[in-house]
């Protein structure tokens, strides 16, 4: 939102509960794909004259410290955070996460699914369900073999060998399997066979393929979309596009 010391607040701020949020600020410490958010974000939407009415003090106290501060250029922080239709100290609840990405995966290539709708860093990228019942199998369509591979061919290596994503080229490029195409039998077996993943910790990505619940989750996404290629060749050729891009250092 443009400035951390007002929208994460560190810990003693007071603020009353309703007005904090959950943050993930990185993917680096995460080891499994369902995962909390741990860090506390401020959100509010109430105005100060509310907040007085509600003898939200914490609240109130929380803005006015930020009211007559200064950016690095000397301009007020109500002019520098202005936004239409949204209060200066505003971050807006429609932008909270279900599914998250790093913009720069390394080695682990997964999406990561947070137990409860949060807010993200900038520098990962959101994915929001328009339907709250189907994160499960969006989360799991975005992690088969199929899913890390569209990922893996819309980015190339920084020259750090991490994948170079951002937003924009997400929304524009990335393509997932139809969750159209499924019956409720079909939903059903592929959130049965994804479980096994969800209940161990993720691995690099040549490792990963190599495990036995997981080369039985991609043979059933393959089955069920009547996808009619060899899985081998499927991994072989997504682990050679990464491997490319591993070896694309400075």
């Known amino acids: 939102r443009g400035w951390n010391k007002l929208f994460l607040p560190a810990s003693g701020h007071n603020i009353e509960s ?12 995460l080891k499994q794909l369902v995962c909390n958010a741990p860090d506390s974000a401020f959100c509010c939407d109430v105005s100060t004259e509310e907040l007085k009415r509600l003898g939200h003090t914490g609240t109130l106290h929380w803005i006015n410290k930020f009211k ?8 007020p922080l109500p002019e520098v955070l202005s936004r239409p239709h949204e209060r ?13 990405i790093s913009m720069n ?3 682990k290539l997964c999406f990561f699914r947070l137990k409860d709708r949060s807010f993200v860093d900038q ?15 969006y989360h799991a369509l975005l992690n088969s073999v199929i899913g890390m591979f569209l990922l893996e061919a819309i ?11 951002n937003t924009t080229k997400i929304s524009e490029t990335m393509h997932m399997l139809n969750i159209d195409l499924l019956d409720e039998n079909d939903r059903n077996e592929v959130i049965s066979s994804f479980l096994p993943l969800l209940n161990r910790d993720i691995m690099n990505l040549n490792d990963e393929l190599m495990q036995s ?15 009619d290629l060899n899985i081998e060749v499927i991994y072989d050729s997504l682990i050679k596009l990464h491997n490319i891009r591993l070896t694309a250092r400075d």
Do not use: C
């Open 18 to 29: 309703q007005y904090i949020k959950p943050i993930l600020k990185n993917t680096r410490n």
């Open 68 to 75: 007559n501060a200064t950016n690095g250029k000397g301009k």
């Open 88 to 100: 200066w100290y505003e971050m807006s609840a429609n932008t909270l996460a279900d599914i998250v």
């Open 105 to 107: 995966p390394d080695k």
């Open 123 to 137: 520098r990962l990228v959101r994915f929001t369900a328009k339907f709250k019942h189907d994160i499960g199998i």
């Open 155 to 165: 980015g190339f290596g920084r020259g750090l060998g991490a994948l170079d994503l």
């Open 213 to 227: 619940d997981r080369i039985e989750f991609d043979k059933k996404i393959l089955k069920i979309f009547k996808i």
